[in-house]
């Protein structure tokens, strides 16, 4: 009996970003508490040489007497961060030298599958994701995009406002923030006509001005930014439920949020860091492992990922 490495996928994905004019940003003032990056932002001190970059210019892991204690298997070779099996040649250089997609990467097979590997004892399959169709060969997938007619239905009262707006295309529910009354809100779209009596309150406790949306239907998981009194981003299930906060620190303004839904990574806008901050579906989704993919003059307050 043996089993087949179908390697770890992966895929190009194209970010659209909106910005408007630039604007001038003052200082940033870190408290007793924190740690001042090179980059200007606060990250907590007791993040300081615990082998995970925080800042998103990696200052927070320069200058280290020692080697941080690792929780994870695997290290960086020479500069000695902390990895998760997930990091290795996953695309993405997480080691300050590369050697996660070099050195590490000797006893990686390149996957054979566009999408998902499924392991069988003597074999294996290749499966799309949710929304995507296999083609003939059984290895690639791909998804078909039909035109429809477009016509304009009012699903509810125009009073009602949506400051952002995600779509569940598994289950037909469309979800949206109501700003007014901080509020999580999901309606059905398989009905004809709908009242405001039939709308779904997700979550309407602890949200402090909650500003953007996104979704990850096939994990039933729902995202979003809040830029109150405590600035983070938060998880939870599409019924509310197991909610916690995936990002809390060194964030500035964090606007637009998008998910990609292949790779099951979270983008985020941050308007005051002018940046654009990415985590990867490791550990939870805790946050930890997060990055900067973008900096850029200008305030980005929009993101979607369209697939290239």
């Known amino acids: 009996m043996y089993f087949v490495n179908c390697g770890i996928f992966w895929h190009s994905v194209q970010l659209l970003l909106t910005s408007p004019a630039a604007l001038p940003l003052s200082d940033v003032q870190c408290s007793s508490t924190e740690f001042k990056c090179l980059s200007g932002q606060c990250v907590l001190a007791s993040m300081r040489c615990d082998g995970h970059p925080d800042c998103w210019d990696r200052s927070d892991e320069d200058g280290c007497t020692k080697p941080p204690v690792c929780t994870t298997k695997h290290r960086c070779p020479h500069s000695k961060e902390c990895l998760v099996q997930e990091w290795l040649c996953d695309g993405d250089q997480d080691c300050k030298d590369g050697s996660d997609e070099k050195v590490l990467c000797d006893d990686q097979a390149q996957s054979v599958c566009s999408h998902l590997c499924i392991n069988a004892a003597g074999s294996y399959k290749c499966e799309c994701q949710p929304g995507f169709i296999m083609e003939a060969d059984e290895y690639q997938c791909k998804i078909t995009v039909y035109k429809r007619s477009l016509s304009q239905t009012y699903l509810l009262k125009p009073c009602v406002r949506a400051d952002s707006v995600a779509v569940d295309w598994l289950a037909r529910n469309l979800y949206w923030i109501d700003g007014v009354k901080s509020q999580i809100v999901a309606i059905s779209l398989t009905k004809a006509s709908v009242k405001s009596l039939d709308q779904s309150i997700i979550l309407d406790e602890e949200l402090d001005q909650p500003r953007s949306l996104a979704l990850l239907p096939q994990k039933g998981l729902m995202f979003w930014t809040e830029i109150g009194n405590l600035v983070k981003i938060e998880r939870a299930g599409m019924d509310g439920s197991e909610r916690k906060?995936?990002?809390?620190?060194?964030?500035?303004?964090?606007?637009?949020?998008?998910?990609?839904?292949?790779?099951?990574?979270?983008?985020?806008t941050d308007e005051r860091l002018n940046a654009i901050g990415v985590v990867q579906a490791v550990d939870k989704l805790s946050g930890k492992n997060r990055q900067v993919i973008l900096k850029r003059p200008g305030q980005p307050f929009a993101i979607k990922v369209s697939f290239v």
């Open 245 to 268: 906060a995936i990002v809390n620190t060194s964030l500035g303004w964090p606007g637009g949020i998008t998910v990609d839904v292949l790779s099951e990574r979270v983008f985020w």
